[in-house]
C-alpha cells in the first residue's frame, strides 16, 4: 500500500533555532498533503494544506511565518518551525492521499523546544 | 462545517471481548466518507476501516466492523474479541468527497484488559 515518509521522528533543539520536518509520499504522487499539530491527550488540528507549486493554506490562527511550508515536488513538502519556542514543542504529523481514498499518515515528529 | 463528536473519551473492555466506540457526525454534504483511525503510543495514525456515504452494506475488515446508520449520522467501530495490542486511542474522521482534508473526532482511549 502507499506509504508516506516523516522524518525526523524525534527532535530536540534549542529556543531560537529552526527546525524543518520532511513529509515525503513514496509510492504515489501527492498534489496535495496536510500538516497536524497534535498536542497530548488531544486530537489532531490542521495546520495547513500544502499544495504543490503554490502557497500554502493556513487554518485560522496558524502563523504563516513561524510555520513555513514548501510543497516543491509531488513527493515531498516540507514544515519548517521558524524561531521555535518551547511552546512549539508538540508531535507534528503530515498526511496524503489520493482523492477519494484513505488518508496515508506519516510517523509523526516530536519536537521538543528547549 | 463538518464535525466529529466521540462522546467516550475513555473505554476498558476485557480481552476477547467486543467493544463498540461510538461515532457521530454532522455535515451538510451528500457525498462524504468516514474512517476510523488507531494511533498507538507510538504516534503513528493507522488506518483500521472505511465507509462511503453512498455504501448500502457496513464496512468490515477483519476484526473491525463500522455499524453505520446514516439517518442518525452515526458510523460506531465495533472491534471483535479484542487484544491487548488493540490498547489505543481510536479516532473518528471524516472527509466530504470534494475536497481531501479530514476533521477528526477527539478521540477515545481503547483499554483491554487481560
Known amino acids: 500500500g502507499a506509504v508516506v515518509s516523516q522524518h525526523p521522528s524525534r527532535v530536540i533543539c534549542k529556543s531560537g533555532t529552526s527546525v524543518k520536518i520532511e513529509c515525503r509520499s513514496l509510492d504515489f504522487q501527492a498534489t496535495t498533503m496536510f500538516w497536524y499539530r497534535q498536542f497530548p491527550k488531544q486530537s489532531l488540528m490542521l495546520m495547513a494544506t500544502?499544495?504543490?507549486?503554490?502557497?500554502?493554506?493556513?487554518e485560522q490562527g496558524v502563523e504563516k511565518d513561524k510555520f513555513l511550508i514548501n510543497h516543491a515536488s509531488l513527493t515531498l513538502s516540507t514544515l519548517t518551525v521558524t524561531s521555535a519556542h518551547p511552546e512549539d514543542s508538540s508531535f507534528y504529523i503530515c498526511?496524503?492521499?489520493?482523492?477519494?481514498?484513505?488518508?496515508?499518515f506519516g510517523q509523526g515528529t516530536r519536537l521538543t523546544v528547549v | 462545517a463538518q464535525k466529529i463528536t466521540q462522546t467516550q473519551p475513555g473505554m476498558f473492555v476485557q480481552e476477547k471481548e467486543a467493544v463498540t466506540l461510538d461515532c457521530t457526525y454532522d455535515?451538510?454534504?451528500?457525498?462524504?466518507?468516514l474512517f476510523w483511525y488507531k494511533q498507538p503510543s507510538s504516534g503513528e495514525m493507522i488506518f483500521l476501516i472505511y465507509?462511503?456515504?453512498?455504501?448500502?452494506q457496513n464496512a468490515t475488515e477483519g476484526r473491525y466492523s463500522l455499524n453505520f446508520q446514516k439517518a442518525r449520522k452515526s458510523a460506531n467501530l465495533v472491534i471483535s474479541a479484542s487484544q491487548l495490542g488493540d490498547s489505543a486511542m481510536y479516532f473518528c474522521?471524516?472527509?466530504?468527497?470534494?475536497?481531501?482534508?479530514?476533521?477528526f473526532g477527539p478521540g477515545t482511549r481503547l483499554s483491554v484488559l487481560p
Open positions: 465507509q462511503g456515504s453512498y455504501d448500502q
Open positions: 500544502s499544495n504543490e507549486g503554490s502557497k500554502a493554506t493556513y
Open positions: 455535515t451538510s454534504d451528500p457525498s462524504y466518507g
Open positions: 474522521a471524516m472527509r466530504n468527497n470534494y475536497g481531501q482534508n479530514f476533521v
Open positions: 498526511s496524503a492521499s489520493r482523492m477519494n481514498t484513505e488518508a496515508f
